[in-house]
Nanobody, 120 residues
Framework: VQLVESGGGPVQDGGSLRLSCVASGDTSRRKYMGWFRQAPGKEREGVAF?????QYTDSVKGRSTISKDDAKNTLYLQMNSLRPEDTSMYYC??????????????????WGRGTQVTVS
């Protein structure tokens, strides 16, 4: 399984970005997918998850939307009303097993290299 993120970059406070994650490889191994972020000196934090349901961390609820286009093998994260505290490296993650906690990084097997989001 390979995951390649894109769509990050610099953005003004209050702006929007749409992150994309193109997935390839065995679809059964990437059945459950999510977005995580990690700022320097901080732990990796779960942001959003999707399968038959969606789940968001409290800090992005109402401002972000996770979606998936199976025909394009692509996972998206639309982020609106961005704040400086959203500045982070954003990672796409996948696993073949239903995660016991969808926003915990240790429950995922496959990771992309990340895309940087900087809000100022």
């Amino acid at each position: 399984v390979q995951l390649v993120e894109s769509g990050g970059g610099p953005v003004q406070d209050g702006g929007s970005l749409r992150l994309s994650c193109v997935a390839s490889g065995d679809t059964s191994r990437r059945k459950y997918m999510g977005w995580f972020r990690q700022a320097p000196g901080k732990e990796r934090e779960g942001v959003a998850f999707t399968f038959d349901w969606t789940q968001y961390t409290d800090s992005v609820k109402g401002r972000s939307t996770i979606s998936k286009d199976d025909a394009k093998n692509t996972l998206y994260l639309q982020m609106n009303s961005l704040r400086p505290e959203d500045t982070s490296m954003y990672y796409c993650a996948a696993t073949s097993r239903i995660p016991t906690d969808a926003l915990v990084a240790s429950n995922y097997d496959y990771w992309g290299r990340g895309t940087q989001v900087t809000v100022s």
